[in-house]
T-cell receptor
């Protein structure tokens, strides 16, 4: 079955360390997205990519970096510059331009 | 993207219909009305979307006011699996818009 795989489901890191979250899709979608969700809040867009080798900043890109070397993959690096990295991170994909979005099941990152 | 307003929470009895309201008084002519839902600790799931006419699918129905300033998501028979946060989102049509802007949504509780 086609879908989006985010791994791992739970991730723990020490403060000051960079960490990379994985997102892979086999839906043949051109566009991919990263969102952040804090408790009781809606989703906020971090970065998105319309096509391979291209990406744009979303509303809260500071402290994050991405790459899009392959159509299937859109990894997100949470750098030590991100002041409050503990959150639930969601990856999504869509056709380009988008009609609807398919989300992964998320990675819960805890920085201690 | 234009803003939507939803109640913070609603309750429904199991096997009863549920009407989830959404106000979007600043909607523009090219904005589509999307609904997603999010179960606890999971990514959002597409429910339904529409532009002007009422829409039905296997999950729900979407009733859109004639002036398009409000809409209602209708779950015809609530089950315990429908307990989730429901997001009403305006998505600009056309090639330029890739972003979905999520509010806090409506938390639906289903009472057995």
């Amino acid at each position: 079955d086609g879908g989006i795989t985010q791994s791992p489901k739970y991730l723990f890191r020490k403060e000051g360390q960079n960490v990379t979250l994985s997102c892979e899709q086999n839906l043949n979608h051109d566009a991919m997205y990263w969102y952040r969700q804090d408790p009781g809040q809606g989703l906020r867009l971090i970065y998105y990519s319309q096509i391979v080798n291209d990406f744009q900043k979303g509303d809260i890109a500071e402290g994050y970096s991405v790459s899009r070397e392959k159509k299937e993959s859109f990894p997100l690096t949470v750098t030590s510059a991100q002041k409050n990295p503990t959150a639930f991170y969601l990856c999504a994909s869509s056709i380009s331009p988008p009609l609807g979005y398919t989300f992964g099941s998320g990675t819960r990152l805890t920085v201690v | 993207d234009a803003k939507t307003t939803q109640p913070n929470s609603m309750e429904s009895n199991e096997e009863e219909p549920v009407h989830l309201p959404c106000n979007h008084s600043t909607i523009s002519g090219t904005d589509y009305i999307h609904w997603y839902r999010q179960l606890p600790s999971q990514g959002p799931e597409y429910v339904i979307h529409g532009l002007t006419s009422n829409v039905n699918n296997r999950m729900a129905s979407l009733a859109i006011a004639e002036d398009r300033k409000s809409s209602t998501l209708i779950l015809h028979r609530a089950t315990l699996r429908d307990a989730a946060v429901y997001y009403c989102i305006l998505k600009r049509g056309g090639a330029g818009s890739y972003q979905l802007t999520f509010g806090k949504g409506t938390k639906l509780s289903v009472i057995p």
